[in-house]
Antibody, heavy 118, light 111 residues
Framework: EAQLVESGGGLVQPGGSLRLSCVAS????????MHWVRQITGKGLEWLSG???????HYPGSVKGRFTISRENGENSLYLQIRNLRGGDTAVYYC????????????WGQGTTVIVSS | QSVLTQPPSTSGTPGQTVTISCSGS?????????VYWYQQLPGTAPKLLIY???QRPSGVPDRFSGSKSGTSGSLAISGLRSEDEADYYC???????????FGGGTKLAVL
């Protein structure tokens, strides 16, 4: 069964940095585009970044420069580095697989919570 | 403010049919991009419900159906059941923003 497990969330001070991790299992990780999506408590979903099987990562304009997505196929792992954290970054961060067949975000992790507060 | 517009809430009684709309623009839904729907049960991660406008992944009951017309998509849930109480989100690719965009979500209550 395909599964994604995130880690690395926690309490961080404003201005700090954090690296979120996601470990994949049950599928051939290197064959899939991977993404990060976040959800502020009680709010909707926001796409943060995507990294293809081959090629450059891409980001929405709202996060360019502060967020860096990367992957290590040999370790079946996806990462998200976040710099200069702000209160507005407090959210649940989901690691997501995108299916090449359906084009959908078809597998979601359980999420890791980031709280930015002094 | 979300790029895709959904009603914040809707409700129905068991057995009824409810429809949730997702309104976009020419740079996303109207630009020949597919609409996707996700269901988020309370306290859980989102789950894929509909892909490519009207396709159901295996395991999703045929009570759930999707459609797309022009710059809008819609999700219909027939034979409403209490376990359908959840938040529903639409999503698509936006060509102008070069980004995946989501609707603000619709909370479905089964009365």
């Amino acid at each position: 069964e395909a599964q994604l497990v995130e880690s690395g969330g926690g309490l961080v001070q404003p201005g700090g940095s954090l690296r979120l991790s996601c470990v994949a299992s049950g599928f051939i990780f290197k064959s899939y585009d991977m993404h990060w999506v976040r959800q502020i408590t009680g709010k909707g979903l926001e796409w943060l970044s995507g990294i293809p099987v081959a090629g450059d990562p891409h980001y929405p304009g709202s996060v360019k420069g502060r967020f860096t997505i990367s992957r290590e196929n040999g370790e079946n792992s996806l990462y998200l580095q976040i710099r200069n954290l702000r209160g507005g970054d407090t959210a649940v961060y989901y690691c997501v697989r995108r299916s090449g067949n359906s084009g959908a975000f078809d597998i979601w992790g359980q999420g890791t919570t980031v709280i930015v507060s002094s | 403010q979300s790029v895709l517009t959904q009603p914040p809430s809707t409700s129905g009684t068991p057995g009824q049919t409810v429809t949730i709309s997702c309104s976009g623009s020419s740079s996303n839904i109207g630009g020949n991009n597919h609409v996707y729907w996700y269901q988020q049960l309370p306290g859980t991660a989102p789950k894929l419900l509909i892909y490519r406008n009207n396709q159901r992944p295996s395991g999703v009951p045929d009570r759930f159906s999707g459609s797309k017309s022009g710059t809008s998509g819609s999700l219909a849930i027939s034979g409403l059941r209490s376990e359908d109480e959840a938040d529903y989100y639409c999503a698509t690719w936006d060509d102008r923003r070069s980004a995946w965009v989501f609707g603000g979500g619709t909370k479905l209550a089964v009365l």
